[in-house]
């Protein structure tokens, strides 16, 4: 059924654009003509004033965008438009674009629809650079409004509200949020900026970018649940990847020295304030490093790209000023949790008695579970929240960390690290498994562990192990989440904020 205006304020729109057409004019032409972006217009006329004094020499401008704002004065109106590099003033005068044109303007052409203004660039008495309009063109016209967006500055931060303030409609219709709201356009600029720096550094580190399959036909590399789709002619079910590791560590046995991935992974789990169906991952790897050496390159990165994106390595989150300079603190899982929880978890070697001294302590935990994962249940319940500024927790379980070298004469850690930044995880690493026979039993190990669990299974992956057996350098290997480091750079608390098109339930009018 053919779209209908479903309010008066539509209907006058559609009513506007009628009008247009029936005096033939175009509201959607083919062509536009534009020589200057507002900022560039601005600049020129500010950087010939400059020169030649208090009076610029003339120059002609073609300027396109967003109308903003209209005040009519008799038979001259100031509009503001907008593009992508900020607003310009439009100076329309009768007598200089003609009364049809004038007219047209004042009576046709609302907030929100995009005009092409040509003319020449002056400075008002009122001392704003603006265009003295000779032309003005229809470029396309808006039927529906945009919202009224309002902003207030509250404890520090701009919180904007108005009749486009319902949180899960700005997810829904985003272009309508990014058209309202320029601090929302900025977290995607900062977004942009952040994959940018995160490629200069590792670049400029002598890592190679490289791309590997989306579509795996084994899934692996994490514990989490798949995406399963299927291909019709192969007669072959695939799954969209949750990991590039596996695919990564193969580079290393073809002789690359170190190599990194920006992409997509994809998880079949929960929704919450840091987790998204589908998500954006940094993965590097480097050869003749370990997890020491890690933590140096991962510590330099964050800080360089931070640098580079804020101006600082002191950045503000959640309220707190967070200083992002190397070396960060380093603390051994053991330790952290022993000082927050009061529990030496080393002295239940066994997962029935760690829970039972969970529950003595009142802490509630999943009898089912295995020792590694109530270690880490300890580690997100005590610790986590408390680790504001950035901290390397050393020393994982091995039954939850497959991909892993162990802990020199301690058969029951591996040598993984996780690193935590204003309460928030941000990134995982390994000194990289590199013998085969051991990497073989450890799959096996974990699927007789999780043999119940789908979330936590590890399929056993035999090209990978054929790979390894061809010989893979010693070599460490780091995960970082894109999406939460632009929310810390941007003061986000939630990954909706940062993703474009965050994943939604179905609302009730689809």
């Avoid at 310009?88 to 046709?108: N, S, T």
């Avoid at 940018?196 to 400029?204: E, G, I």
């Avoid at 994490?222 to 990847?241: E, M, S």
């Avoid at 300079?325 to 053991?334: A, C, E, F, K, L």
Wanted: net charge negative; hydrophobic share 40%.
């Amino acid at each position: 059924m053919p779209w209908q205006p479903s309010n008066n304020l539509e209907r006058e729109r559609l009513e506007k654009l009628e009008r247009l057409r029936a005096r033939g004019i175009e509201a959607y032409p083919n062509r536009v003509q534009r020589t200057h972006t507002a900022a560039q217009a601005i600049a020129a006329y500010e950087a010939a004033e400059q020169h030649n004094g208090e009076v610029a020499e003339s120059i002609e401008v073609s300027v396109c965008g967003r109308i903003r704002s209209v005040r009519v004065t008799g038979k001259i109106t100031f509009a503001h438009i907008e593009d992508g590099t900020g607003r310009i003033q439009l100076f329309i005068r009768q007598d200089e674009v003609g009364p049809d044109a004038y007219e047209m303007f004042k009576r046709d052409l609302d907030l929100g629809d995009f005009v092409q203004a040509d003319g020449t660039m002056v400075r008002t008495k009122a001392g704003e650079v603006s265009v003295l309009v000779r032309a003005i063109q229809v470029l396309a016209k808006a039927l529906s409004p945009l919202p009224v967006i309002k902003a207030q500055e509250i404890d520090g931060k701009t919180v904007t509200y108005g009749s486009f303030s319902d949180v899960e409609e700005r997810y829904r219709q985003r272009y309508v949020d990014l058209a309202s709201n320029a601090n929302v356009r900025e977290v995607f600029r900062v977004r942009a900026r952040t994959i940018n720096a995160v490629r200069q550094f590792l670049d400029n580190e002598g890592f190679l970018e490289v791309e590997t399959p989306i579509l795996q036909p084994i899934y692996g590399g994490a514990a989490a649940r798949p995406f399963i789709t299927h291909h019709n002619q192969l007669h072959q079910d695939l799954y969209l990847r949750i990991s590039f590791e596996l695919y990564l560590k193969r580079l290393l046995v073809g002789m690359y020295d170190a190599v990194y991935e920006i992409g997509r992974d994809f998880r079949n789990e929960g929704v919450s304030f840091k987790h998204n169906p589908e998500f954006t991952m940094l993965e590097y790897y480097k050869a003749y490093i370990d997890y020491f050496g890690a933590m140096d390159i991962t510590e330099r990165l964050i800080a360089f790209v931070a640098k580079q994106v804020t101006g600082s390595t002191t950045i503000h989150y959640g309220g707190h000023a967070i200083d992002l300079t190397p070396p960060w603190r380093r603390v051994r899982m053991r330790d952290a949790i022993l000082e927050k929880s009061g529990i030496d978890y080393t002295q239940y070697p066994t997962a029935e008695s760690l829970y039972k001294a969970l529950e003595a302590a009142g802490i509630e935990a999943n009898p089912k579970t295995t020792w590694g994962k109530l270690v880490e249940h300890l580690l997100g319940t005590y610790v986590e929240p408390t680790l504001i500024q950035p901290t390397f927790v050393l020393d994982y379980p091995r039954d939850i960390s497959p991909f892993a070298k162990a802990v020199p004469g301690d058969p029951t850690h591996v040598e993984r690290f996780e690193f935590y930044i204003g309460g928030m995880e941000f990134g995982n690493a390994f000194t990289e498994l590199n013998d085969p026979l051991d990497q073989e039993q450890r799959f096996l190990d974990v699927a007789r562990l999780y043999a119940e669990d789908e979330d936590d299974a590890a399929p056993l992956d035999e090209d990978y192990l054929r790979a390894m057996r061809y010989g893979m350098p010693p070599t460490g290997g780091v995960g970082i989440g894109i999406d939460r480091l632009v929310m810390l750079l941007t003061d986000r608390d939630t990954i909706r904020e940062v993703l474009l098109f965050p994943h939604l339930r179905k609302s009730e009018e689809e």
